[in-house]
């Protein structure tokens, strides 16, 4: 396992098994120390690109920036990076074009690209240091229409949508960044690598109520892992859902690949 996701991978279970309205709970935070990871959606005026590829990018990106070998100890990004993973896992998603965006890419962080969609994500800090690149951008109207996408590529990680919980674009993007970055917490050392190689590709579905509650890890989260290789992506509920709303299901695949498996 990644020793930078640790903190996140020990606490996967005891954070589904808490009651929903702990999850909201942030009685023992103070405002000046919370922090955030920000997740910025490429979403240019006269060409939008895709709903998916664009979740999908913010999917890759978050993971990338924890798994940069900046962000592994004594690298330049291991210390804001640990005191995010120690605490509550926040992202903000925000939308930028034109300028904007070409700003953001002067600031610490990872850029990916899927199917001619873009997203950055930058490296966490706290939330009132903000850097004035990011505040900047807006946090609202960065919805897209639903698209169509082509048939999963084989060996990619599945990300499910909740298929009964309505969420906008910059809200699916935080929630598949913690599906990304939880999946990675569980895998042994050469899925890992693997993945890394295909530059953690995943595909983002929306599936039919049936399959999601046939997927779904209910109250035994382990046995969902163990058994079906599937996580589940719980929602502290500051924005759009019901606190402890599970958002996204997770699924890596039955195969995987080995560094070399994945170059070729």
Not at 50 to 62: F, S
């Amino acid at each position: 396992m990644s020793s930078v996701l640790d903190p996140l991978g020990s606490r996967y279970a005891y954070w589904l098994g808490l009651p929903p309205e702990d999850t909201s709970d942030t009685s023992d935070e103070l405002p000046e120390e919370v922090r955030a990871m920000p997740v910025i959606l490429r979403i240019e005026r006269a060409e939008p690109p895709g709903r998916t590829p664009l979740l999908e990018a913010a999917a890759a990106a978050a993971l990338a920036v924890c798994l940069d070998e900046r962000a592994e100890p004594e690298g330049e990004w291991a210390e804001p990076m640990h005191a995010w993973l120690d605490n509550r896992i926040r992202k903000v998603a925000r939308r930028a074009r034109g300028a904007h965006w070409a700003a953001v890419q002067d600031l610490p962080g990872v850029t990916v690209e899927v199917d001619g969609a873009e997203a950055r994500a930058l490296v966490p800090g706290l939330v009132t240091e903000t850097p004035k690149e990011v505040s900047r951008l807006q946090i609202s109207g960065s919805e897209l229409p639903p698209d169509e996408p082509g048939p999963i590529p084989d060996g990619v990680p599945l990300l499910l949508l909740n298929p009964q919980i309505p969420m906008t674009v910059g809200k699916g993007a935080a929630q598949v960044g913690h599906a990304t970055m939880i999946l990675a917490a569980l895998l042994a050392e050469e899925q890992l690598a693997g993945w890394a190689a295909r530059g953690y590709r995943t595909a983002v579905r929306t599936p039919s109520v049936a399959r999601w509650k046939e997927l779904h890890p209910g109250d035994d989260p382990e046995g969902g892992w163990r058994r079906d290789r599937v996580i589940a992506v719980r929602d502290a509920g500051f924005t759009e859902v019901d606190p402890g709303t599970i958002t996204v299901l997770a699924q890596f695949p039955p195969t995987y690949w080995t560094p070399e498996q994945a170059a070729s």
